[in-house]
C-alpha cells in the first residue's frame, strides 16, 4: 500500500540554524500539506500546496518558513532560522483531487532545536 | 472558524467491552470529519470518514462512527475493544469544498484510549 514518507526521522539543530525536513508523498497525489504538533498539543496545520504554490497558509506559517516541490517527487519545508518554539513533530500529509477529502500523514520528522 | 471539541483527554474500557471516543465539531456548512489514530512514535493513520450519507460510516479495524448533525457529534465507537486499539484517537474536520483549495484539517486535542487487559 503506498505510503506518505519523510526523512529524517529525528533531526536536532542549533538555534539559528537552517533546517529543510524532506516528504515523499503518495505518487499520483496532487495537493500536499505540512502540520506540526508540539509536544502535548493539538496538531496543526501550517501550509498546503498545489500545482507548484502555496494554496493556503496559518499564521504560525511566517516568513521563516518555506516549502518547494524541488522535483517530482519530493516535497520540502524549509525553516530558515530555527527557534526553541519550533520545536515539535512535523507531519506532511497527501491526497488526491479524487479523494481531496482524505489526507494520508507520513511518519513524521521530530526536530528538537537546542 | 472551524473547531474540533474531544472532551476526555483519556478513556479506560476493558478488553471485549464496547468503547466509545467523543468529538464535537463547529464548521459553516455540511462538515467533512475524519478519525485518525496515531500508535507511540508513529504517525497518523486515517481510520474514517464521514463526508455525505449514511450517518454511520464503517473504517478500518471495525471502527465506526456517528454523525449527528443536530449534536454536532461524530463520536467513535467499536463494538468489542481489543488491547491493540491502545493509541492516541483525533477527530478533525474541514471545510466542505468550495473551490478555494481550502482543505486544511482541524484537529481536536486527541483522546488516549487505554484497553485493560
Known amino acids: 500500500e503506498p505510503e506518505v514518507t519523510q526523512t529524517p526521522s529525528h533531526q536536532v539543530t542549533q538555534m539559528g540554524q537552517e533546517v529543510i525536513l524532506r516528504c515523499v508523498p503518495i505518487s499520483n497525489h496532487l495537493y500536499f500539506y505540512w502540520y506540526r504538533q508540539i509536544l502535548g498539543q493539538k496538531v496543526e496545520f501550517l501550509v498546503s500546496f498545489y500545482n507548484n504554490e502555496i494554496s493556503e497558509k496559518s499564521e504560525i506559517f511566517d516568513d521563516q518558513f518555506s516549502v518547494e516541490r524541488p522535483d517530482g517527487s519530493n516535497f520540502t519545508l524549509k525553516i530558515r532560522s530555527t527557534k526553541l518554539e519550533d520545536s515539535a513533530m512535523y507531519f506532511c500529509?497527501?491526497?488526491?483531487?479524487?479523494?481531496?477529502?482524505?489526507?494520508?500523514f507520513g511518519p513524521g520528522t521530530r526536530l528538537t532545536v537546542l | 472558524a472551524q473547531s474540533v471539541a474531544q472532551p476526555e483527554d483519556q478513556v479506560n474500557v476493558a478488553e471485549g467491552n464496547p468503547l466509545t471516543v467523543k468529538c464535537t465539531y463547529s464548521?459553516?456548512?455540511?462538515?467533512?470529519l475524519f478519525w485518525y489514530v496515531q500508535y507511540p512514535n508513529r504517525g497518523l493513520q486515517f481510520l474514517l470518514k464521514?463526508?455525505?450519507?449514511?450517518?454511520l460510516v464503517k473504517g478500518s479495524y471495525g471502527f465506526e462512527a456517528e454523525f449527528n448533525k443536530s449534536q454536532t457529534s461524530f463520536h467513535l465507537k467499536k463494538p468489542s475493544a481489543l488491547v491493540s486499539d491502545s493509541a492516541l484517537y483525533f477527530c478533525?474536520?474541514?471545510?466542505?469544498?468550495?473551490?478555494?483549495?481550502?482543505?486544511?484539517?482541524?484537529f481536536g486535542k486527541g483522546t488516549k484510549l487505554s484497553v485493560i487487559p
Open positions: 500529509a497527501s491526497s488526491d483531487p479524487r479523494g481531496v477529502d482524505t489526507q494520508y
Open positions: 464548521v459553516s456548512g455540511n462538515p467533512y
Open positions: 478533525a474536520v474541514r471545510a466542505p469544498y468550495s473551490g478555494a483549495g481550502s482543505y486544511q484539517l482541524t
Open positions: 464521514y463526508i455525505t450519507g449514511d450517518n
